[in-house]
């Protein structure tokens, strides 16, 4: 079956640690993308990637990081810098990023820094 | 400030009922898509729209994209419990990025 696979569905961590997001797909997609999601706003874009080892930044990338050594992988690391990482984390990818192309995304992960 | 505006934000009907979910955007958009979300889990894809006056039909779930394509309607017949959960109208507008209304919350009482 193809789809996105994230993990781990539930991550807790310390302040001051960096964390990383796990997102695989095997849709042969070129595009991903990370989007958080906190209650009553709706999905934010952190970053995305149009094609292997190219990725830009989206409207709330500060305190992110990603790579995109292979088409099928996108990790997301939190790092200590952003300053309210708790939340909902989505991960989509889609065939192409230009033009009208749906988006499939993964179960999410739920991160809880205490 | 949102680009696409959802309404209602929230939505309870007894089973049985139809309902209609609103998508509006103040811009031309280039493709709007229809997602449901179950809570703390991802996003289903439902449907795609693009051009203009458009209508696509899935089971009981109906979605429309009006002439102007800058707003779109989701309508359920005859609701039913597995039709809860919560509904997210997305968009492009010509570029890479996607735009998100901030969903409504569909509950349908047995």
């Known amino acids: 079956d193809g789809g996105i696979t994230q993990s781990p569905k539930y991550l807790f961590r310390k302040e001051g640690q960096n964390v990383t997001l796990s997102c695989e797909q095997n849709?042969?997609?070129?595009?991903m993308y990370w989007y958080r999601q906190d209650p009553g706003q709706g999905l934010r874009l952190i970053y995305y990637?149009?094609?292997?080892?190219?990725?830009q930044k989206g409207d709330i990338a500060e305190g992110y990081s990603v790579s995109r050594e292979k088409k099928e992988s996108f990790p997301l690391t939190v790092t200590s810098a952003q300053k309210n990482p708790t939340a909902f984390y989505l991960c989509?990818?889609?065939?192409?990023?230009?033009?009208?192309?749906?988006?499939?995304f993964g179960p999410g992960t739920r991160l809880t820094v205490t | 400030s949102q680009e696409l505006e959802q309404s209602p934000q929230s939505l309870i009907v007894q089973e049985g009922k139809n309902l209609t979910i609103n998508c509006t955007s103040s811009?031309?958009?280039?493709?709007l898509y229809w997602y449901k979300q179950k809570y703390g889990e991802g996003l289903i894809f439902l449907m795609m729209?693009?051009?203009?006056?458009e209508e696509k039909s899935h089971e009981k779930i109906t979605a429309k994209l009006d002439e102007k394509k800058q707003q779109s309607s989701l309508h359920i017949t005859a609701s039913q419990p597995s039709h809860a959960g919560i509904y997210l109208c997305?968009?492009?507008?010509?570029?890479?990025?996607?735009?998100f209304g901030t969903g409504t919350r569909l509950k349908v009482l047995a």
């Open positions: 997305g968009a492009t507008t010509g570029t890479y990025k996607y735009i």
């Open positions: 989509a990818s889609s065939i192409g990023s230009r033009g009208s192309y749906e988006q499939y």
């Open positions: 811009k031309t958009l280039y493709g």
């Open positions: 849709l042969n997609h070129d595009a």
């Open positions: 990637s149009q094609i292997v080892n190219d990725f």
């Open positions: 729209l693009q051009k203009g006056g």
